[in-house]
Structures are given as C-alpha cells and as structure tokens.
C-alpha cells in the first residue's frame, strides 16, 4: 500500500507563477476510506478529494531590536532622569510619588554609567554648576535634610536659582542661593544672593568632603548698589550637633555636562552645568 504523503502520489501542485494562497486543494489516491474530522471523503475516479485543507504557516517571530549603543542609552537614560525632576521646582514641590520616580530614574543612570573616579576625572568637578532638583528640599525648608527657615509658612522666603560654584585648583566650593525676601507693603521684596562658601577635598574615588568657612550676602535688584556683607560664623562650640560646619557626598554620575550626587544624609541632589 502506498504512503499517503509519498511525493509521487501528489497530482496536484501550485504553479510557480501563480501568488501563494494558504487554501489548496490535494488529490490523493483513494486506496482506503478516511475518517477524519470535520472532512468529507469523496470518491470519484479512485481519487479522495480533499477540499479546503488549510496549511498554516509557521508564526514569524520579529527578533528583538538591538540594544542600544553605551552612548545612546546613557543620553536616553540622562532625558529620562531630567524629565523626572522637571516642574518639580527643584524639589519644593515633588510628592512622595515624584521622590520614587526621581531616585528610580537616578539608580538607573548610575548603573550604567559606572563607578565615578574622580582622581581621574576631577576636570570634570570644575565650572558653575546649576541645582535642578534636590529631594532634600521635599521637606519645604532651605536646610533640606537639616534644620533650615521654612519656605511660605513663618517667613515669607522665596527660594529662587540654587548653584554650585567649584574650582578645582583653589578648592574652592560655592554653594550660591538666590532669595527673594518678602518685605511689609508698600516695600518691595527684597532680593539677595547668599554665597555659602567652602573647601573641599576628595576623600575617595568618588567622594567629596567640605568645609564651611562664611557666608557672604549680597543685594541684587533695585538694592544691587548695596555692599556684600558677611555673616558671623557661629562658633564650632555652639554649633548644634547636627549642623558641624561639614559635609560628605558621593558623585554618582558625572560627565561634561550633568552630575549625580547622593548626600550624607541620603539627599539626591541633580545638576546641570551652567
């Protein structure tokens, strides 16, 4: 008895010319009666007609596309982290959902970007730097994560740009903030800049210790003719225990033009350079 599926036996193929249909027809030698489900056998000419058999084609699968270049997906991972942190009035108006969302798009850009070095990249550490966004300042005052004047609830301060300012040559560590300082009617705001200013020094492949030394204040505006005028440093033994006149925090991330820094005290802080 012949095969079924023998090559020979089939009589009826599509034509090379003619576009491929996933309905055929085949005729095969009718040497016994099939019984199979949902057809019809016909007998006609010693022929089994099998009408309406339909072949299905394997699926397709499209392969995956490919992953994206280092330099690609860090720029992509940078927007995506930037775009995290913006209308969040760097910080002041993020909730706790805004906080999660910021801190998962950083973990994301710090991965792939790898360890910071700064004994080897310090270069980088150099310029005017912009704050765009810091989670500290989700407590609503200007200390961040320490004790600072609270914004729009007992004085009327407006926090304004944030900057670091760092020379890498002098070690010199600027932290400039710019306040509007409400005054009582029919007196305007008053506006200043208080430049925070420090040294620093690197205390590990991507860490960064500073040293308050003074603040200085000085009036822009309608009073920009006014002369800067520096605040007492309070005395290290009156210092409470939580503000010592220092600070520690670790470079993350660090490029041309963006830096990632994580605080002592777990603050996510987002610049841009100016």
Known sequence: MASLLH???????????????????????????????GITPSHKHGKLLICGATLEEPPVFEPPPPPLPPAELVASLKLNLLSAVSGLNRGLAASEEDLKRADFAA?????????????K?????????????????SSRTLGGSRPGPPTGRLLPITLGQ????????????????????????????????????????????????IIFEKTTVKTTGNLSQLPPFEI??????????????????????????TRVTRGDRGELRVF???
């Open 162 to 209: 944030v900057f670091q300012r760092i020379d890498i040559f002098s070690k010199d560590f600027d932290n400039i903030v710019e306040l509007q300082l409400g005054a009582p009617w029919p007196l305007p705001p008053l506006d200043i800049t208080a430049t925070l200013a420090h040294k620093f020094e690197i205390t590990g492949t991507a860490s960064v210790k």
């Open 107 to 119: 973990k994301e850009l710090e991965a792939v970007g790898g360890p910071v070095d700064l004994y």
């Open 232 to 257: 007492p440093r309070i005395p290290d033994a009156l210092r409470p225990p939580s503000n010592t006149g220092t600070g520690d925090f670790e470079v993350t991330y660090l490029d041309s033009d």
């Open 121 to 137: 990249d310090l270069d980088k550490l150099q310029g005017r730097w912009k704050l765009i966004y810091s989670s500290a300042f």
């Open 272 to 274: 841009v350079i100016s």
């Open 7 to 37: 090559p020979s036996l089939l009589l009826s193929k599509p034509s090379p010319f003619s576009p491929p249909s996933p309905h055929r027809s085949f005729i095969y030698p009718a040497t016994r009666e099939l019984h199979l489900p």
